[in-house]
């Protein structure tokens, strides 16, 4: 009869992500693992399999965060468009209270050219706030909203890749003034 786990899985899942968040996933040992999760070698690989099948049950966690964020975020604007503001000021918001690099974006420069089943997974969740935002925004100009001649797909994309930048020009600059006048640029961008 199996031993049933005497550890919440979800729990140990989220330190674990902390940890790669932290350190990034060439940085973070098995030996890193053990530590920090206080489990042991054999409880890691047949819960969450080796360090690369955790690290992506870890990034995939953090992605499902960050969708329900911008999902929950949007649902307090009044308007499509006011959606879209408050989704990005969400996002800026956890930025800084957070005060580290967003883990898709870490893991962006890392991974993202190396690992086909990371770059998967972030091929995808760019994919998806794509859509959220296009759908956003077409909601927006078939309400007078947004004028007629921006294209919600283009705009989405800008906002989604403009994403990255407000990460790099915070890790850079390091002023919260400054990423806030970014940030309200690219609004001002989203409206004219």
């Given at each position: 009869m199996p031993r049933s786990k005497e550890f919440d899985y979800d729990q140990k899942l989220e330190i674990a992500r902390n940890?790669?968040?932290?350190?990034?996933?060439?940085?973070?040992?098995?030996?890193?693992?053990?530590?920090?999760?206080?489990?042991n070698r054999s409880s890691i690989y047949d819960t969450y399999g080796n360090k690369h099948s955790l690290f992506i049950k870890c990034l995939s966690s953090y992605i499902l965060k960050k969708e329900n964020q911008y999902k929950e975020a949007g649902k307090k604007g009044k308007s499509p468009l006011e959606a879209v503001h408050l989704i990005i000021k969400s996002v800026v918001k956890n930025m800084i209270l957070e005060a580290k690099t967003c883990m898709s974006v870490k893991t962006t420069v890392e991974l993202g050219k190396t690992d086909e089943e990371?770059?998967?997974?972030?091929?995808?969740?760019?994919?998806?706030?794509?859509?959220?935002?296009?759908?956003l925004l077409q909601q927006a100009k078939e309400q007078g909203e947004l004028a007629e001649n921006k294209d919600p797909e283009t705009i989405a994309h800008f906002i989604v890749a403009?994403?990255?930048?407000?990460?790099?020009?915070?890790?850079?600059?390091?002023?919260?003034?400054?990423?806030q006048k970014l940030t309200d640029h690219l609004i001002s961008t989203i409206n004219t």
């Open positions: 940890l790669f968040w932290e350190k990034g996933y060439h940085a973070t040992s098995m030996n890193d693992l053990v530590d920090t999760l206080k489990l990371t770059q998967a997974l972030l091929n995808q969740q760019a994919k998806d706030s794509v859509i959220l935002f296009s759908g403009s994403f990255s930048s407000l990460w790099n020009a915070d890790i850079i600059f390091k002023d919260k003034k400054l990423t």
